[in-house]
């Protein structure tokens, strides 16, 4: 198995909010492999991008990380102080948001921008190298007449351009890591398909691991090497995309891939999952699934389930019904509670 670069052991994040405290991601295992892609999937407020707010030590003022581990080349970033992770973030990991237009400064020109991050991350002060690099950094994302665009301001560019311009930003001091949230969400499928290129190039050209938020499974599995799906503020499978895809244990999978419409056969009718996702002020106390779970049973309703792991823990499923639907005759041992003494099932 690969080597992991980034690894998340029982990331719990509570949100302190007027109507009280909710555990926005609840005990999230999640690893990502040198050199590969990792997507992490799930519905709306399934807690994606808080888990990775989370890793990044980018939470809001009313979030604290209150368990957990998040180990990235085997150092522990949650004890990280502010400074530290700045200098991580800009120079080991980058992070591309949904919409660029958040993350550029509207009233600072491209040129100035780019050039802040070889000033601040390589001590470079000499205007002419800090143009030259700001050019080299723009054409490396495909912008054309970089040169001319540098004393353009963000509004000037096109949605596409502007998320190029973030991913020059995010990779120009090389990076290890590049974590990606809905990159491409607010993009035409054109643009969308040029700056997945991109990435890809990027990813081959700079060996970067990268983490693909979405909720596009098509557009997962198009792109990306691993899956984790997330449902209701924890990770509920993960593996391989192709193995996941194409054989889903948990139900929760099952039933997404089941509603994904460029996934479906086109004759048969979308089957959507019955009922809602629970609320985070509420969790359901056994499974978060099992109230729109067809296979739910009493222990489900009861009690969370324990990760079942199997190839060497690189395919793992937090449901208890995971040995039958293997095929597997006898139920597996003693409750496992983290990541970390995932159990093999055989
Ligand atoms: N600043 C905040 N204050 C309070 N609750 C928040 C805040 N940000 C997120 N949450 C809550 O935390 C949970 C996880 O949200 P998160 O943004 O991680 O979801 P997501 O999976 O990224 O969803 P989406 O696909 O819509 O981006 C949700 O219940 C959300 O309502
Ligand atoms: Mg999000």
New binding site residues.
């Given amino acids: 198995m690969s080597d992991i670069l980034l690894e998340a052991r029982d990331l719990t994040t509570q949100?302190v909010?007027k109507s009280g405290t909710?555990t926005?991601?609840d005990h999230v295992n999640l690893r990502v492999a040198a050199g590969r892609t990792l997507a992490l999937v799930?519905?709306?407020?399934?807690?994606?991008?808080?888990?990775c707010s989370s890793m990044l030590g980018l939470l809001?003022a009313?979030?604290r990380v209150v368990k957990g581990q998040v180990l990235f080349k085997g150092e522990d970033l949650l004890k990280k102080t502010p400074k530290q992770m700045r200098l991580i973030r800009g120079r080991q990991i980058g992070m591309v948001l949904q919409d660029a237009m958040t993350s550029l400064n509207p009233l600072l020109t491209i040129g100035e921008q780019v050039g802040e991050i070889f000033r601040y991350h390589h001590g470079i002060t000499n205007k002419a190298e800090l143009r030259r690099l700001s050019i080299a950094a723009l054409e490396a994302v495909r912008i054309p007449a970089a040169a001319e665009r540098l004393d353009s301001y963000p509004f000037q560019f096109s949605g596409g351009m502007r998320q190029r311009v973030s991913i020059a930003i995010n990779v120009a001091a090389a990076p290890e890591l590049l974590i990606c949230?809905?990159p491409t969400t607010a993009l035409d499928v054109t643009v969308q398909l040029q700056i997945l290129n991109l990435l890809r190039e990027l990813q081959k050209s700079r060996n970067m691991t990268i983490v693909f938020?979405t909720?596009d499974l098509k557009l997962a599995a198009q792109f990306c090497d691993d899956v984790a799906i997330?449902y209701a503020?924890r990770v509920v499978e993960r593996g391989p995309i192709g193995e996941v895809f194409h054989r889903p244990v948990h139900p929760y999978t099952e039933g997404l891939l089941r509603a994904a419409p460029s996934l479906a056969d086109l004759q048969e009718r979308l089957k959507t999952i019955p009922g809602t996702p629970p609320s985070?002020r509420a969790w359901p106390q056994g499974c978060r699934f099992a109230p729109r779970c067809a296979l739910a049973d009493a222990r489900c309703n009861a009690q969370y389930p324990n990760w079942f792991g199997w190839d060497e823990g690189q395919r793992a499923v937090a449901c208890w019904r995971t040995p039958e639907r293997l095929g597997l005759q006898d139920a597996p041992g003693e409750p496992v509670q983290a990541e970390a003494e995932l159990e093999a099932v055989r």
């Fill in positions: 949100l909010t909710i926005a991601i799930g519905e709306s407020g399934s807690g994606k991008s808080m888990t809001p009313n979030g949230d809905e938020i909720h997330m503020g985070p």
